[in-house]
RNA sequence: GCGAGGGUGGUGGAACUGGCAGACACGCUAGACUUAGGAUCUAGUGCCUUUGGCAUGCGGGUUCAACUCCCGCCCCUCGCACCA
């Protein structure tokens, strides 16, 4: 039997391309950069699966075809190397941390290097390396004098499992996004990045963000969340406080029938202390406490509140209305107290009809008026004004303008804006992070670290423990004031390991170097990434504070780009079973069993061809020996060719048959078809096709010196153009045909081929005849063949004649070159 | 509820600005070569009542022509969700 020795010729390139380095780059003005950059891994220590070896195949194709277009690319690769696992798994094994963040590191790269994926791995960086994370805390440290970095007591999210503070992105319904329990409240002093102070241009600049998926900026854009609204003071009826209320329909103002505080608002405790209601709301509000986030949250839960007996005055209408406590109102977003006006609000409705309270309408539609009493929900549309004083019959959208213009001239209201986006807590109880390079000194108070004293090291002498660990080390919370010298605390909490990773596409640009957080000569040569690959899980949490981090940067006056990923491309799940493959779901299909079994170039191929790249892949095997047999008859076909197709040069006759110039036809096609799928959004799948498509046509011919066979020159053109076509998707393989043709050089060297338009073009086009829209007959043309012409011959076809029946055609529509329809 | 994406043969998936629906594969069927076939090669393969008819989630519409455009539904995936 005829063979394909993959295992040979993986191992052969293999130990070239480490004598080689093909990922080796500097920076180098004359050529063309191109920053292609996979999303850092956590190094789990779990064996490679499919879903892995996607994620970096997807990239590798990339850097490859970038290479062969005479780019000089940047791949660098990493580790996002401090986070909880590492800390579970000193629990229960009793490991340090740091040696299971290192094993894990080491056994990573190996199966990594294994797969022969395209990297610099001289560039290779960690963030639990103090030589990067003296950087992550030099970053604070910029943030914390742009007075961007403050501590404050706030109600934070807390995870009891991970025993540590959570940041708003990372509460996922209610749950942590690590380990899937419920999140609670407390009250705590943490440490946050003032990214609100950002929120406007993050949401501006998605606009710049062209080649970003439009999921992920809307995901962006909704999380941001901003709203324009009105803001305005409610007198408390009998005192001097004033109550302030936020809202988007200020239209409705004239509506409004009670107002709703948070529970927990401070004007509550203080207007409420003496009174016997005081205790009541006291008792309420800490019901409200230790309902769980998810309990809170949830729609469906009639919504619960009671009668402060505080009555506010309505600015609008001079009305007195009760002050009610109700859990819908949220302490964290614009005042923590709204005006509800129940007939045009579906929350207020629901709360107004629990509670027995009026419904006042006050904007009806076109053509009616609505009666309160008969109302099942809120109007919600847009009608006109009625009972709302000199506002009554316009237009809501028109009164929403005029009525804000009236309060802010009588000094009652405001326009503002308002984000959902909260500041980012960035505090971890935990020891496996970056230090906060800040003392806490009795008589100075709050001290940054000074630079010059960076890193602060995370002392890696200690025995493992649950919680505590930093606190319990003397050497490391005892240290002098830097700014007094006297005895002092150091902070002990970490910080998230999302901002290890908001800045490290910076670093990969001057790993290196001792001196500075990153060389600008380097970055502004690499930077921005050009082509960005990961996962949509991250469409939020890490995109959006990296952005942030560019932003921050760039108004320091370090960077001068303002937006760090200039083009995004997010890559869809592998599933098995329905679920997304993963260790913890014991679903995963080993990378090394299946590149054991049959080669890396086919597990590659195999998972480029079964789906686009963006979409979802259920894993099935079925199908993974259709690429192989694609592969080997490939092989076997340049085997038979290759002394017939030697020496390269042979020039093309210019008079050649059907046979040959049908040959060249389609190499030039399948160049075209190729270059165009890898430009517009990494078609890999219909790329191996057209690839597919070609081999078919060339093992469908005679073969070398049979009677009819191609000319060697032709053949030549083809197979020199295949090798570089597959050689991005089927690396190993790629070489070998190239050097099979007498390639010397690495085919990665080449230039990627390109296709000659004439060649390509047609001879002969079909041309589908079609009588009433139904395809009849057709005709093959001479491309742009004149309409009068199409028509002539169309109606003299045969087919078409018997199906008129001696009528005469009410119409003929000729598009040219593709089609005529006859219509009867 | 709001937002985004999706629904095409037995399966994964193709189809440019509306112009031959099902490329390319998998699987399946038959045949060849074989002691053998889970190897390889060849042919066939959307469905049906086959000079034709019906088919791209369902129902309408626009058009000479609709997977593609418009209107109304259904289902699936993801994100956000009492945000005032």
């Known amino acids: 039997m005829e063979e394909y020795p993959f295992q040979a010729i993986e191992e052969k390139w293999h130990l070239k391309w480490n004598e080689s380095g093909l990922g080796r780059v500097q920076e180098d003005p004359a050529k063309p950069k191109y920053y292609c950059l996979v999303m850092f891994p956590y190094p789990s220590g779990s064996n490679l699966h499919m879903g892995h070896v996607r994620n970096y195949t997807i990239g590798d194709v990339i850097v490859r075809y970038k290479l062969m277009q005479g780019f000089n690319v940047l791949s660098p690769m990493g580790w996002d190397a401090f986070g909880l696992p590492a800390e579970n798994a000193a629990i229960k094994n009793g490991i340090h941390p740091h040696e299971y963040t290192r094993n894990n590191i080491a056994v990573m790269t190996r199966q990594l290097k294994a797969l022969d994926l395209i990297y610099d791995w001289s560039r290779e960086l960690a963030t639990c390396d103090p030589e990067y994370y003296r950087w992550t805390q030099w970053l604070f440290l910029q943030f914390y004098q742009a007075g961007l970095?403050?501590?404050k007591k706030n109600p934070v999210n807390w995870c009891d499992t991970c025993k540590t503070v959570l940041a708003n992105e990372q509460v996922i319904e209610g749950a942590c996004w690590r380990c899937k329990q419920p999140v609670g409240k407390r009250d705590l002093e943490q440490w946050y990045l003032k990214i609100t102070d950002y929120a406007q241009r993050l949401l501006d600049d998605l606009a710049k963000l062209k080649k970003w998926p439009e999921r992920v900026r809307t995901m962006q854009e909704n999380w941001i969340g901003r709203s324009e609204g009105v803001e305005f003071k409610l007198r408390i009826d009998g005192t001097q406080r004033d109550l302030e209320v936020f809202t988007t329909r200020i239209d409705t103002v004239f509506g409004v029938t009670y107002v709703s505080v948070a529970p927990e608002h401070p004007i509550l405790t203080e207007l409420l202390a003496c009174k016997p209601e005081g205790t009541l709301v006291a008792e309420f509000a800490e019901k409200v406490k230790l309902e769980s986030e998810i309990?809170?949250?949830?729609?469906?839960?009639?919504?619960?509140?009671?009668d402060t007996g505080l009555r506010a005055i309505n600015p609008a209408t001079g009305?007195?209305?009760?002050?009610?406590?109700?859990?819908?109102?949220?302490m964290e977003y614009g005042t923590g107290a709204i005006m509800a006006v129940p007939a045009h609000d579906q929350r207020d409705f629901d709360f107004a009809r629990a509670h027995g309270l009026p419904v006042k309408v006050v904007i009806r539609p076109e053509d009616r008026d609505l009666d309160p009493a008969g109302m099942t929900e809120a109007f919600v549309a847009d009608g006109v004004q009625v009972r709302s004083g000199a506002f009554d019959g316009l237009p809501n959208r028109a009164a929403m303008t005029k009525i804000a213009e009236w309060m802010e001239q009588q000094g009652i209201g405001r326009r503002v804006v308002n984000f959902r986006l909260r500041d980012w807590l960035i505090s971890r109880q935990r020891y496996w992070g970056c230090p906060i390079p800040i003392v806490y000194c009795q008589k100075c108070g709050q001290v940054p670290v000074p630079e010059d004293q960076l890193p602060v090291t995370l002392p890696l002498d200690l025995t493992y423990q649950a919680s505590g660990m930093l606190e319990s080390s003397e050497a490391f919370v005892k240290v002098p004031c830097p700014r007094c010298g006297q005895p002092a605390r150091r902070e002990t909490d970490t910080m998230d390991t999302f901002i290890?990773?908001?800045w490290y596409y910076l670093r990969y640009a001057s790993p290196r170097d001792a001196n500075r957080v990153f060389d600008p000569t380097a970055v502004n040569y690499w930077m921005p990434v050009d082509q960005y690959i990961g996962g949509i899980e991250h469409a939020i949490l890490h995109l959006l504070y990296s952005r942030f981090f560019t932003k921050f940067l760039h108004d320091r006056g370090l960077l001068p780009f303002d937006e760090p990923f200039a083009a995004l491309f997010t890559q869809g799940m592998v599933l098995k079973d329905g679920q997304v493959m993963s260790k913890s779901k014991g679903n995963t299909v080993a990378a090394d069993e299946m590149v054991g079994r049959f080669g890396i170039d086919t597990t590659r191929g195999f998972i480029l061809f079964a789906a686009p790249p963006e979409r979802e892949l259920e894993w099935v095997d079925q199908g993974v020996e259709g690429i192989f047999r694609f592969l080997r008859r490939v092989y076997l076909f340049y085997q038979r060719w290759q002394e017939a197709v030697r020496?390269?040069?042979a020039a093309i006759p210019a008079d050649l048959g059907e046979t040959d110039r049908q040959l060249r036809r389609k190499t030039h096609q399948t160049i075209r078809r190729i270059t165009e799928d890898l430009d517009q959004d990494f078609k890999f799948n219909t790329a191996i096709a057209a690839m597919m498509e070609l081999v078919n046509a060339l093992t469908g011919l005679p073969e070398p010196g049979a009677a009819g066979a191609p000319h060697p020159a032709v053949m030549r053109e083809s197979l020199d153009a295949l090798a570089r076509l597959a050689a991005p998707f089927f690396p190993h393989l790629g070489e070998e045909l190239w050097a099979m043709l007498g390639g010397a050089e690495s085919v990665?060297?080449?230039?990627?081929?390109?296709h000659d338009q004439a060649i390509a073009a047609e001879e002969l086009v079909t041309v589908v005849v079609q009588v009433n829209g139904k395809v009849r007959s057709r005709l093959e043309l001479p491309p742009r063949t004149p309409s009068a012409e199409v028509e002539r011959l169309a109606l003299a076809d045969e087919r078409v004649a018997a199906l008129a029946e001696g009528r005469k055609p009410k119409k003929v529509i000729v598009v040219p070159d593709k089609l005529v329809n006859v219509v009867f």
């Open 319 to 330: 009305e007195k209305i009760p002050v009610y406590a109700a859990d819908y109102v949220l």
């Open 295 to 306: 309990e809170r949250a949830s729609t469906a839960k009639p919504k619960q509140g009671m």
């Open 647 to 649: 020496p390269a040069g």
């Open 500 to 502: 290890d990773s908001s």
């Open 748 to 754: 990665f060297k080449q230039p990627w081929p390109r």
């Open 149 to 151: 970095a403050y501590k």
